[in-house]
Each structure stands twice: as C-alpha cells, then as structure tokens.
C-alpha cells in the first residue's frame, strides 16, 4: 500500500493536511445541477470530430470539459468564488465502463486529462488571486454504472456485470490521465459497493508505485436509504472498516440523503474513523419533478449541526446544490472548529 513517508511528503509539498487541522475545508457542490442551468443540446455534446457519431449525446455531463470548457470552467470558478477551497473534476463518469454508455471509450483519456486540466487553471487564477487561501482541485472517479456485489439479473445471482480487473483497468486509466492533467487529490466517490472501492483503491495505488509520487486520497460512500446501509448492505461502520486499509486523508458519505437524514451516520463516521471526515449531502430529498428544493439557507442550517457536534473536516454539497449553498455553507463553517483526529495524522 501508499507508503506513508512518500504521502507526508505530498501533504507538505500541498499544506493541505495542515489546513485541514486549522479549519473546516470547503468542497464544491453539484456540478450536473449548474450544468442542467444552461440548458443544452445535442448538439452542445458534440464537437467537430463528434459530428457523425451515431449514438445520442445529451447527458454525457464529462464530455463538456471537451465540447463546452468555458461552461465547465465557469462553473469551476463560481464555486470557488463562493468559497470552495476544493473543487472536483467534471469526470464523474470518466471511466470506460461508464462511458460505454454512450459508445466513447476512446475518449476517455482526453475527458479526464481536460477536465483536470480546466480545474487547474481556475484554481491556479484563483490561488494568484488570494495566496492565503491556496485552492485545489480533486480528481473525481465516480463508482462506474455496474456493482461487483449484487446481480443485475434477478433470475442469475451469480451474474455480474464487471469484473475486479476489468474496474481495475478503468480506474487505473482515470487516475493516471487526472493526475497528468493537474490533480492534487483522488476522490473516490459516491460509493455504493465496497468492493467497486476496493478496485478503484487498488488501481490508485498501483499507480502511484509506478509513478514513484503519492497523492492524497478521499473515499466518500452513500448510504441510499433510511436502513442505513449503503446498497451492497454495509452499515456505515463496516465501510468505514472495510476502508481502513488504506492511508486515506479523509472518508465521509455524500448524496443519496439530505443532510438531516445523513446526520446519525454521520455521527458513526466520525466516532470511528482515524481520518479526516468529509460530508457533502444532497440539498435535501428530490421533489416529484426530480428537483431540489431546499434553500442555502435551509441546508446551511443543518450542516451547522455537524460543525456543532465536530463531526466533519471537509464540507460540501452533492445533488441540487449551488455556489449560493456552497457561500452560505462556507460562510457558517468559519465560524467553528474542525473535527479532532483523536490518533493525529
């Protein structure tokens, strides 16, 4: 695994473990909820060379940062200008498995080294700017659209629809391309399988062994409904156990639940890990329209009560979340103390 003298090197090189120790670090919010604003097309999915490709487009969030940079680093540079200290890449599915979807494999390598390469340039612009709030930027490798733990097929348990090494090879594909293109930080996210997890962990790693340089990693699972399990059927403390491994800087749970039905895990998390923890809820729960409807101030409401009870290092907003939640998150967290590793890093 990630020798721990090469990660403290990183660490000091970016300071962001001392920053985490000094305060609670801000993350971005929802990067489909600022795209779904400009309303596009077919054909703002498809650029010169995707003008014949056969299959439809519309929806492929991650080939913006190809097709429309300027939207994707707009949207870069409004979180930060909200007060985000981090922001994620626009390569949630910048996988090939996930890509497959819309038959564009051989673009992965392009979609994840731009999208880092967009979010580089903003958090340098913006670092220039303010050197005492240094920003950066995340490299996001989402849980791909197929589980290792469960069937698809309801007729044959024992079916599934990837492999181990088949997850391996594709995040492997990612983080390589992520960290060419700039990134600081590995954020493994939305986890809704262990295992999924424990291919991305191990595909990072051997990366890092090839390269001879660590970076840092965060995991962040979700928890998809009120059993309190994520959907392979961990409870919250046996993926933070199954986690343990690895030489995390930070694990915490995103999506799926808004933040007042996030709390009680929360709260397990934070009893029980030797890491930094992170939290960035969903605003509230979908409406009938599959819209969010909880206000920044509402949603700065509740999270407060995760800094009351010191619960959280990095805070953060997931689905339906804006740069306004983000500034009135940002805003309230500077006024409390960051969660204390009991262990120390």
Not at 95 to 123: G, M
Not at 159 to 177: G, M, P, W
Not at 280 to 300: H, V
């Amino acid at each position: 695994m990630v020798n721990r003298l090469w990660t403290m090197d990183i660490i000091k090189k970016m300071n962001i473990y001392d920053i985490l120790k000094q305060r609670i670090v801000i993350l971005d919010g929802a990067m489909g909820t600022m795209i779904q604003r400009h309303k596009l097309e077919e054909v703002d999915f498809r650029n010169e060379a995707l003008a014949n490709h056969t299959y439809p487009l519309k929806g492929n969030n991650d080939l913006l940062s190809i097709t429309r940079p300027e939207i994707i680093k707009g949207i870069h540079r409004l979180y930060f200008e909200a007060g985000a200290d981090i922001v994620e890449t626009n390569t949630f599915s910048g996988t090939t498995i996930a890509q497959a979807d819309y038959h564009l494999e051989h673009l992965v390598d392009d979609i994840n080294f731009y999208s880092a390469k967009i979010a580089r340039e903003v958090a340098d612009e913006m670092t220039a700017k303010e050197p005492h709030k240094p920003r950066f930027v995340a490299g996001a490798m989402g849980p791909t659209n197929r589980t290792l733990s469960i069937s698809p097929d309801v007729n044959d348990p024992g079916y599934r629809a990837t492999t181990f090494d088949e997850l391996v090879k594709a995040y492997k594909q990612q983080a390589i391309k992520l960290i060419e293109g700039g990134v600081d930080i590995l954020l493994i996210e939305t986890i809704f399988d262990t295992l999924n997890a424990k291919a991305a962990l191990y595909a990072v790693d051997e990366v890092f062994e090839e390269i001879g340089k660590h970076y840092p990693v965060m995991i962040s699972g979700t928890i998809t409904d009120a059993s309190g399990r994520t959907l392979s059927g961990q409870t919250t403390e046996a993926f933070l156990i199954s986690m343990q491994h690895a030489p995390l800087m930070s694990i915490g749970l995103n999506c799926a639940l808004g933040a007042s039905a996030l709390r009680p895990y929360l709260q397990v998390m934070a009893t029980h890990s030797p890491f930094f923890v992170s939290a960035y809820p969903n605003a509230g729960l979908p409406n009938e329209f599959g819209q969010y409807d909880e206000s920044p101030a509402a949603m700065a409401k509740q999270v407060e009560e995760f800094c009351k009870e010191g619960l959280v290092n990095i805070l953060g907003g997931c689905c339906g979340t804006t740069p306004d939640h983000i500034k009135a998150i940002a805003d309230m967290a500077a006024g409390y103390e960051p969660r204390v590793i009991a262990s120390g890093l």
